[in-house]
């Protein structure tokens, strides 16, 4: 399994942004998707997961109400759409995805068996 991220860019406070991801490959080995962030200094953070059918999400408390993942099956693609950005999301977010078999969510970055290669995001203030 592949992942490709997407969408990312300089983007001012208060803007928005959708990062895409696409998956290719084995895609009958993923469950659920998700997208993690490195922030400048700071540790890998869970932004977001959903499960295989999309109708159970999990999300950092730091993006509630602002950003919403999504994922297209039919496509094989996931998305994370962000809202009212600030320069405290500036970071390299990656998408993420588990194998069947295991819970959607998990908050350690280890237990997400694919990794895409990382876009950046930059909130200008």
């Known amino acids: 399994v592949q992942l490709q991220a997407s969408g990312g860019g300089l983007v001012q406070a208060g803007g928005s942004l959708t990062l895409s991801c696409a998956a290719s490959g084995n895609i009958f080995s993923i469950n659920g998707m998700g997208w993690f962030r490195r922030a400048p200094g700071k540790e890998l953070e869970l932004v977001a997961t959903?499960?295989?059918?999309?109708?159970?999400?999990v999300y950092a408390d730091s993006v509630k109400g602002r950003f919403t993942i999504s994922r297209d099956n039919a496509n094989d693609a996931a998305y994370l759409r962000m809202n009212n950005l600030s320069s405290e999301d500036t970071a390299v977010y990656y998408c993420?995805?588990?194998?069947?078999?295991?819970?959607?969510?998990?908050?350690?970055?280890?237990?997400?068996?694919?990794w895409g290669q990382g876009t950046l995001l930059t909130v200008s203030s």
């Open positions: 993420v995805a588990r194998r069947p078999g295991h819970y959607f969510y998990s908050g350690n970055p280890g237990d997400y068996r694919y």
């Open positions: 959903i499960g295989s059918s999309g109708a159970d999400t």
